[in-house]
Nanobody, 122 residues
Framework: QVQLVESGGGSVQAGGSLRLSCAASGNTISGRCMAWFRQAPGKEREGVARIGGDGTTFVAASVEGRFTISKDITENILYLTMNSLKPEDSAVYYC????????????????WGKGTQVTVSS
């Protein structure tokens, strides 16, 4: 099982950009489905972007055209590049791994990082 640690969160103004990182240890991310989720106060955890073991990516409609998911297999890091940020993107962002299949169904993911806070001000 892989261990995950997110970083890169912070406070930005609307329209700004951030790049989140998820450093994996204990096992390779190569061939694994990995995903980014976010959770705002009082809301359910929602899938933002995922990347399959074959590199196929998918992003939620709410962030399409603004967020990009990628991974560096040599460094064992998952990234989420976020552009044109909006106040509604404010949330704790989590990376996740070890799901039997690639989806945005959070309970299926066995491994989670502790999250990194993103705050977007208007």
């Amino acid at each position: 099982q892989v261990q995950l640690v997110e970083s890169g969160g912070g406070s930005v103004q609307a329209g700004g950009s951030l790049r989140l990182s998820c450093a994996a240890s204990g096992n390779t991310i190569s061939g694994r489905c990995m995903a980014w989720f976010r959770q705002a106060p009082g809301k359910e955890r929602e899938g933002v972007a995922r990347i399959g073991g074959d590199g196929t990516t998918f992003v939620a409609a709410s962030v399409e055209g603004r967020f990009t998911i990628s991974k560096d297999i040599t460094e064992n890091i998952l990234y989420l590049t976020m552009n044109s940020l909006k106040p509604e993107d404010s949330a704790v962002y989590y990376c996740a791994a070890d799901s039997p299949f690639c989806s945005f169904i959070a309970p299926l993911y066995k491994t989670w990082g502790k999250g990194t806070q993103v705050t977007v001000s208007s």
